[in-house]
């Protein structure tokens, strides 16, 4: 099981394909029109592969494994337009790749699932390819694509490429419902329950379960809110419901290509210089000075456990991409095949964020 592709609905596909671009190194791959239509004929139909007739703009940029999707309306009556109206812009598709289309649908019809695109097929070189849509927890779509080959299992990613696969994809979830939507990953999917965390502060908390794919190549931690003023909550308010909160991409070499995403343009959420001094108390800190003042600067947080103090975890966060404070981007290097998520790392990001919530008025200090 694999993630094949990302899909976002956006208000301009052609400025994001560039922003993607000019801001993360990604290259375009797909326009409408183009001689390449063709390398796609397993995507979904995108409601008329961005034709006039379906209202709808679609561009796809990649990186390596790493597969996004752009979709804008041409006019107000595109299904696109039609999200946007409810929700602003964001992921609307997350797409797998998996051995048996058939029997995941037949599961999923069994706990009462939403099938939205009809069981099909289509010939593509010599495959068949065979693919099918459901409803995810949320109203978040799940296109589901089953092939004899796998386009892209032989991406080399030692490619000089910033960014090499998709490291994990959050879902944020309404209060209550952490454990309905573990069970439905679960039931459905066959995903299984990892790493939990509940994450607090004297200003605010949540409740996290990091959900595994069977084969545990695909990591999807569900986030709730644990009160009324969480981040969590935030992102449910702005966002108009559950959906996904960020996207982590795996990178190989995160100092060197933070600094020239900086150089880029794209703003990091900002970690205090005195995280860095903890650091420095904690055991077996596998870090030389030279190196933890490049991570210092390009504010990286870090982490890893006592008894494998070379399994790193080294992750930084995007400012929000949009104007509303739901979607951002994570950047993660995992050295020495670095497992799981640092809860360190989690509480920081969780005070990085609780302090852009007081600048931005939904969250108070406490007299």
């Known amino acids: 099981m694999r993630i094949a592709y990302v899909h976002f609905y956006l208000e301009d596909a052609k400025t994001w394909r560039d922003w993607f671009v000019d801001h993360l190194g990604f290259q ?18 995108f409601a008329g592969r961005g034709d006039k007739a379906s209202h709808t703009h679609t561009q796809i940029v990649k990186s390596n494994s790493v597969c996004f999707v752009l979709s804008s309306p041409i006019s107000s009556i595109s299904p696109v337009a039609q999200y946007l109206r409810q929700h602003p812009p964001g992921v609307v598709d ?3 790749e998996v051995e048996n289309v058939s029997a995941i649908i037949a599961i999923a019809q069994a706990y009462g699932a939403k099938v939205i695109q009809p069981f099909g097929q289509c010939q593509k070189d010599k495959s068949l390819i065979k693919q ?13 694509l089953q092939k004899q080959f796998t386009q892209n299992s032989t991406e080399d990613h030692s490619s000089p490429a910033s960014i090499q696969a ?12 952490l454990n309905p939507a573990v069970a439905w990953y679960k039931n459905i999917l066959g995903f299984q329950p990892q790493q939990t965390f509940n994450i607090q502060t004297p200003l605010s908390a949540l409740h ?19 009160t ?8 449910l308010n702005a966002n108009r419901g559950a959906g996904i909160q960020h996207i982590a991409l795996q990178t190989k070499d995160i100092i060197s ?24 108390q904690r055991t077996n800190l596998p870090l030389e000075p030279d190196e933890l003042n490049a991570i210092a600067k390009q504010e990286i947080l870090v982490d890893w456990k006592p008894d494998f103090p070379n399994s790193l975890l080294l992750q930084i966060f995007t400012q929000p991409i949009f104007p509303q404070p739901t979607f951002f981007f994570e950047f993660i290097e995992r ?24 600048k931005r008025g939904t969250l108070q200090l406490k007299d």
Not at 259 to 279: D, E, K
Request: aromatic share 10%.
């Open 335 to 358: 050295r020495q095949h670095a497992q799981g998520f640092g809860e360190g790392n989690f509480q920081a990001l969780f005070e990085a964020m609780e302090l852009e919530q007081i």
């Open 208 to 226: 996290s379960q990091v959900m595994v794919s069977p084969d545990g190549c695909i990591q999807l931690p569900i986030n709730q809110p644990a």
């Open 28 to 45: 375009i791959d797909f326009q409408i029109g183009s001689e390449k239509f063709d390398d796609y004929a397993i995507l979904p139909s």
């Open 94 to 96: 997350v797409a797998f």
């Open 132 to 144: 099918a849509s459901i409803i995810g927890w949320g109203g978040l779509t799940h296109t589901l």
């Open 257 to 280: 290509n933070i600094a020239q995403f900086r150089n880029r343009g794209v703003s990091f959420l900002p970690i205090s210089q005195s995280y860095y001094s903890h650091l420095q």
């Open 166 to 177: 998709i490291d994990h994809i959050v879902l944020n979830v309404a209060p209550g419902d």
């Open 228 to 235: 009324p003023n969480s981040q969590i909550q935030e992102f």
